[in-house]
């Protein structure tokens, strides 16, 4: 079946990308599993926070608040961020850390507060007396509703005339005549232009296009909720995150979600916690906060990928005509995905560069796949 777009991997890089394409012409999303989010987008520890990822991620993150704010007519039924603010802590022996952490955020965040500790105590319920000699305070960050981001790209993409393919797990990718065959579990399907928004399998997509790899790293995240201590109001707890994220921690509908930000290498995998990595945050949870967990209520693992300066790999390959990348986006896919969307739709359907990005310093080579870092090793 000919298209204009092929778009493969329907996680929120692949959906949004997909959903502004649909602009330029006709799209197929194609989704290797039976249900579109499954992996890394599914799995999203849901904060959207200007204080989080290098100067491009936070730039990125800052273009597409105005969309999570003010989305587009018909996009949502409710509102995909609520105000929650976040909380960064740290020990005595993390100063010099923490004075960097400061200065990134103050450089970045609209508004950041430094906190005594007695201040941060009172704002955070369960954290431990005496264990955070600094603070500071995010109170402009917000809890996404992924699901509701995530499906209103695709209600759109569909809206636009474009279409969603899942079980399209890719089997070959082929160019010829000026277009690329993109041979899958359910059916071919034809189109001069694809983007690689495969996630943790982006390496392999490029591969079978005859494309070198990027480089990516995927890195499995650990995550697990716990009950809340009765009598607290854990909801009006912000998020904590640990100066060098160590951890981080937030209420999630009456208990509490807590990670150790583990970044173990993985290979592209259906990613499932590990026992000693749940172990660890279960250490880290307790020994910042008054809690004692008796049971850990659930568990799940996601693939974060990198690449060695861990900016996003955005923009047609240098040597595979019409096979464009979309990729790398770390753990920042979704509080980045309009901006990056409107990157990846303005290079793969060749119009112009937006103005909004340029503006702020974003341009196609900063995020293009043939820079030189990408040939650097990723480091945990």
């Not at 508004?111 to 500071?136: K, N, S, T």
Request: aromatic share 6%; proline share 7%; glycine share 8%.
């Amino acid at each position: 079946m000919s298209h204009d777009f092929i778009v493969i991997g329907a996680g929120i890089a692949g959906a949004s990308a997909a959903c502004e394409l649909a602009r330029h012409g006709k799209v197929a999303l194609l989704e290797r599993e039976d249900r579109p989010g499954y992996h890394s987008t599914g799995r999203s520890a849901a904060f959207y926070t200007l204080n989080y990822g290098n100067e491009i991620i936070r730039t990125l993150t800052d273009l597409s608040g105005d969309f999570f704010r003010d989305p587009p007519d018909g996009f949502a039924e409710s509102p995909l961020i609520v105000r929650h603010a976040t909380v960064t802590i740290a020990r005595a022996d993390q100063e010099a850390s923490f004075r960097d952490n400061l200065r990134a955020a103050r450089a970045s965040a609209g508004r950041i507060d430094e906190l005594d500790p007695a201040a941060a105590e009172r704002l955070i319920p369960i954290l431990r007396p005496g264990y955070a000699a600094f603070a500071h305070l995010e109170p402009d960050s917000y809890f996404m509703d992924v699901a509701l981001i995530h499906g209103g790209f695709l209600k759109s993409l569909a809206a636009r005339g474009g279409r969603l393919v899942c079980g399209a797990e890719v089997g070959g990718l082929k160019r010829a005549r000026d277009a690329w065959r993109v041979t899958t579990k359910a059916g071919a399907f034809e189109a001069p232009v694809v983007v690689n928004a495969a996630g943790a399998w982006a390496d392999d997509i490029a591969r079978l296009a005859g494309a070198a790899p990027a480089g990516l790293q995927p890195m499995r995240r650990t995550a697990i909720i716990v009950a809340a201590p009765a009598g607290i109001d854990i909801a009006a707890c912000p998020l904590v995150i640990d100066t060098d994220e160590q951890f981080y921690f937030r209420p999630e509908a009456g208990k509490v979600l807590a990670s150790p930000a583990d970044e173990t290498p993985s290979v592209p995998c259906d990613a499932q916690p590990e026992e000693a990595d749940v172990a660890v945050t279960v250490d880290r949870l307790e020994r910042a906060t008054t809690l004692s967990v008796r049971r850990v209520e659930h568990r799940w693992a996601g693939l974060r990928s990198f690449v060695a300066d861990r900016a996003p790999v955005v923009g047609p390959d240098p040597a595979a005509e019409g096979f464009v990348w979309l990729a790398g986006q770390g753990g920042y896919g979704i509080m980045t995905s309009p901006a990056m969307a409107r990157a990846a739709a303005a290079l793969a359907a060749g119009s112009a560069w937006p103005a909004e990005l340029s503006t702020r310093g974003i341009t196609p080579a900063r995020l293009a796949p043939g820079r030189a870092s990408l040939a650097a090793t990723v480091r945990a």
